[in-house]
């Protein structure tokens, strides 16, 4: 089984519960913590392993911004899927967070 169809594995069977609540918007999420535990199973049983890197930067008249990376590799492959979210300091409320942009995936040999 090649590293695309490990990943196809877990998203086709991964289950997560949505354990956190947003009370200013009043809806329940998934935390990064939630997703790990719950990618756990597989780890062992597909002979995987899931890395996640983040790195605070600043730019745009200093405007913090998060780059987030997840790889899952086997050993031989990696599949990389990044994400970066900037954070506005002078909205108020949920509207802080905006994505600046979102999810490139690489597949590295």
Partial sequence: ?????KLATIQTKFKSKKSRFNSF?????RSAEDILEATKPFLLELGVTVTINEEL?????NMPVMESTATISDGKD??????IVGVDLNQKGTAIWFSIFVCKK???R
Wanted: zero cysteines; a positive charge.
């Fill in 1 to 5: 089984m090649n590293i695309n169809e």
């Fill in 57 to 61: 930067n600043v730019l745009f008249d």
């Fill in 25 to 29: 918007g009043k809806y329940n999420f």
């Fill in 78 to 83: 990696m599949i990389h899927a990044k994400a």
């Fill in 106 to 108: 690489v597949r590295v």
